[in-house]
Nanobody
Framework: QAQLEESGGGLVQPGGSLRLSCAMSGRTFSLRSMGWFRQAPGKEREFVSAIRWNDGTTIYEDSLKGRFTISRDMSREMVFLQMDNLQPEDTALYFC????????????????????WGQGTQVTVSS
């Protein structure tokens, strides 16, 4: 099993940006895709984005396209989520997750494809 550790969360004003990082360790060789999910208080966990480890192919939740960008650094085994023009509704606990499945086979609900999860990093958007 891989270990995942998120960082980069914090308090930001509406319209601001944050870059989340996810450091991978342990049994990472079996992972084919990496993803970001979020969970707001009182709401279900929702899919944000995922990236295919080998070639960087990406998928996004439709409503977040254009504001969020997922990327990876293969040499450092890290995954990133750049979040721009943040709004109060983006406030949530953000999780990094790893999957042994290719993103090409994934469809909703995406969380069922991800086995390894981090503890999450809190993002709060407020003035």
């Amino acid at each position: 099993q891989a270990q995942l550790e998120e960082s980069g969360g914090g308090l930001v004003q509406p319209g601001g940006s944050l870059r989340l990082s996810c450091a991978m360790s342990g049994r990472t060789f079996s992972l084919r895709s990496m993803g970001w999910f979020r969970q707001a208080p009182g709401k279900e966990r929702e899919f944000v984005s995922a990236i295919r480890w080998n070639d960087g192919t990406t998928i996004y939740e439709d409503s977040l396209k254009g504001r969020f960008t997922i990327s990876r650094d293969m040499s450092r085994e890290m995954v990133f989520l750049q979040m721009d023009n943040l709004q109060p509704e983006d406030t949530a606990l953000y999780f990094c997750a790893g999957s042994q499945s290719e993103i090409y086979v994934m469809n909703v609900p995406y969380s069922r494809y991800f086995r390894d999860w981090g503890q999450g990093t809190q993002v709060t958007v407020s003035s």
